[in-house]
């Protein structure tokens, strides 16, 4: 999506302007919604680079898949002896903290990172599970229980801060989500490989 993009404008305007074309894109940048999807791209890399050292016959890893009837998608889906893991990587700098935002009598709280509001990102989960969840809807493994996680890749923990847990999604840095992967579970590498291949065929690539 960032190429597709950043390739747009730059056919725009060296078509607008033929003489003065490379003059402009020289002295500018993309508009934010485009580097935005780079910066998302890069995260998502990284992270991929990261679970892929944990693929094994009994840990099944997922890239990159497309969300049925939409332009979404799932950065990445995780099958270990612990679970099914639907994570979502972003690439944002900062401290990761909960705060308060609502008042005294109506408590609410929102996911920050480097002092902006990020509880969007919490929200944007529940389609991904969704979409994980239909796939397995009708088969052998339909209830078994996903695991949604938020792995910021570039932010800022504390010393001794442990993973969060908001709104039943599990908000977490790189090291903590490959503990996580490789915790203790019931999942046996035959299930694993069943639900690889189920996920593969209902999930393709984006």
């Known amino acids: 999506m960032y190429q597709r993009r950043h390739d747009k404008r730059e056919q725009a305007i060296k078509a607008a302007h033929p003489k003065l074309g490379k003059v402009i894109l020289a002295l500018t940048d993309d508009p934010h ?15 991929g680079g990261v679970l892929e050292r ?25 099958i270990s002896a612990a679970g099914i893991f ?9 401290k990761v903290e909960v705060r308060p935002v609502g008042s005294f009598f109506r408590p609410v709280n929102a ?6 509001d990020r ?18 809807a009708g088969t052998p493994d339909d209830g078994l229980v996903l695991r949604p996680v938020v792995c910021f890749v570039d932010s800022e923990w504390g010393l001794f801060q442990r993973p969060i847990d908001y709104g039943g999604v599990r908000v977490l840095w790189p090291d903590a989500l ?8 019931d999942l046996a590498p035959a299930t694993v490989a069943r639900l690889e291949r189920r996920l593969i065929v209902a999930l393709p690539t984006a």
Do not use: C, P
């Open 33 to 47: 919604s485009t580097r935005a999807w780079g910066v998302g791209a890069v995260g998502e890399s990284v992270l």
């Open 54 to 78: 944990f693929r094994s016959d009994s840990v099944a890893v997922l890239h990159d898949r497309r969300i049925a009837g939409t332009a979404a998608n799932i950065d990445h889906i995780v």
């Open 86 to 94: 639907v994570i979502d990587a972003k690439r944002y700098r900062g």
């Open 111 to 116: 996911l920050y990172v480097g002092g902006r």
């Open 119 to 136: 509880t969007k990102v919490i929200h944007g989960m529940a389609r991904q599970v969704e979409a994980v969840k239909n796939a397995l």
């Open 178 to 185: 490959t503990k996580l992967i490789r915790s203790h579970g």
